[in-house]
């Protein structure tokens, strides 16, 4: 966006020609302008965001809000390193005249927030779906422990998927054909921020729709009957917000993921403006997927709008959170089986009655 050589490629001159041929931004400054609002706008959402959850987390004790807030994160990283320090920083303010291993290395830090922001979802829906379609199962495997553990599995390999990143081009600047380094990283960027993602999406969402529907119609029929069908209404709830964060990111990502693909087999980001004008748009679209999920947490959860409400008028969490499920099982068996043996031993201890004795000879 700004007349600079491309740090990527130390010791070179730019070839006059190129420069002249180099495609230029129709965007002008509206890029900074929009990048510096959204990142007033979304830190601080993000940030309210992250103290809601973290609430609604220990009061309920529910591995839901731990994926949520692992997601939080992971945008407010995103917004933080590509955002502020590669676009702000880098490239608006000191117009790329960094050092190349800083470049590098805030390119790699880029990639692997990134890729945590968009694989935080991934166990939040193999969680629902493990609600919906295995309810006994997911009652014993579904935690806040295994949650942070699965978080954290998920956190470590989206940072070494960043690694290999390291030696991405500037499509911007570099005016060179792409060659099989750039294709090899091209295909595994698409693949990990975009197919592979989408592909679990869809199928895990349509196997959800699918029970939902079955639950419905059997609804239906056990209403005709006569008989009554107990079906969990905050399910719906939870199932509507996750596929709503699916569904936009799906939309948002897709017009980056189609000119990536076509600056990589077609025209060049350099070289052609449209393409450049292209890419500029669809890396906004998607940079606003970063700042969005607040509002949609709002629209959707009742609990989470309370919470936020909570946080705004600086009022104190439960000063004794509910503890979780598994814990209360115990309680409530541990004090069911002692009012059971209370009652064997009255029975043992209080006489017959005469007319009962009666009976029982």
Same mark, same amino acid.
């Given at each position: 966006m700004i007349d600079w050589h491309n740090g990527t490629s130390p010791g070179q001159q730019v070839d006059e020609n190129s420069a002249q041929e180099r495609s230029e931004c129709v965007l002008a400054y509206i890029p900074v302008v929009y990048y510096s609002t959204l990142l007033c706008v979304g830190v601080p959402v993000n940030i309210l965001t992250l103290v809601a959850l973290y609430r609604l987390a220990v009061r309920t004790q529910k591995a839901l809000y731990v994926y949520l807030l692992a997601l939080t994160g992971s945008d407010i990283l995103s917004q933080l390193f590509i955002i502020f320090v590669g676009f702000l920083l880098e490239t608006a303010v000191f117009h790329r005249d960094v050092p190349v291993l800083l470049l590098r290395s805030v390119s790699m830090m880029e990639f692997?927030?990134?890729?945590? #922001?968009?694989?935080?979802?991934?166990p939040l829906t193999v969680d629902r779906y493990v609600a919906l379609c295995h309810p006994l199962l997911h009652r014993q495997i579904s935690y806040p422990a295994r949650a942070r553990r699965i978080i954290a599995v998920v956190l470590t390999l989206a940072l070494a998927s960043g690694v290999p990143f390291f030696?991405?081009? @500037?499509?911007?600047?570099?005016?060179?054909?792409?060659? #099989?380094?750039?294709?090899?990283?091209?295909?595994?960027?698409?693949?990990?921020?975009?197919?592979?993602?989408?592909?679990?999406?869809?199928?895990?969402?349509?196997?959800?729709?699918? +029970?939902?529907?079955?639950? %419905?119609? %059997? %609804?239906?029929?056990?209403?005709?009957?006569?008989? %009554?069908?107990?079906?969990?209404?905050?399910?719906?709830?939870?199932?509507?917000?996750?596929?709503?964060?699916? #569904?936009?990111?799906?939309?948002?990502?897709?017009?980056?993921?189609?000119?990536?693909?076509?600056?990589?087999?077609?025209?060049?980001?350099?070289?052609?403006?449209?393409?450049?004008?292209?890419? @500029?748009?669809?890396?906004?679209?998607?940079?606003?997927?970063?700042?969005?999920?607040?509002?949609?947490?709002?629209?959707?959860?009742?609990?989470? +709008?309370?919470?936020?409400? @909570?946080?705004l008028l600086f009022r104190g969490a439960p000063l004794h959170p509910r503890h979780p499920l598994h814990y209360q099982r115990n309680a409530t068996n541990a004090s069911t089986s002692s009012i059971s043996s209370s009652k064997r031993s009255q029975r043992e201890v209080t006489p017959l009655s005469p007319k009962r004795a009666d009976i029982k000879i």
């Open positions: 692997s927030a990134n890729h945590a #922001s968009i694989w935080a979802t991934v030696w991405w081009s @500037d499509m911007w600047r570099v005016s060179r054909a792409p060659n #099989s380094l750039d294709t090899a990283l091209i295909w595994t960027h698409v693949t990990i921020i975009y197919f592979l993602p989408c592909c679990i999406f869809l199928v895990l969402n349509s196997l959800i729709i699918l +029970r939902l529907r079955k639950r %419905q119609r %059997q %609804q239906m029929c056990q209403d005709e009957s006569g008989q %009554q069908l107990a079906v969990p209404s905050k399910l719906g709830k939870t199932t509507a917000m996750l596929l709503a964060v699916t #569904s936009v990111f799906a939309v948002l990502w897709a017009p980056r993921t189609g000119v990536v693909l076509y600056h990589l087999y077609v025209s060049s980001v350099h070289n052609d403006w449209r393409v450049h004008l292209a890419y @500029d748009l669809a890396n906004m679209l998607a940079m606003l997927n970063t700042a969005v999920n607040f509002f949609l947490y709002c629209f959707v959860s009742k609990p989470f +709008r309370g919470a936020v409400r @909570d946080v």
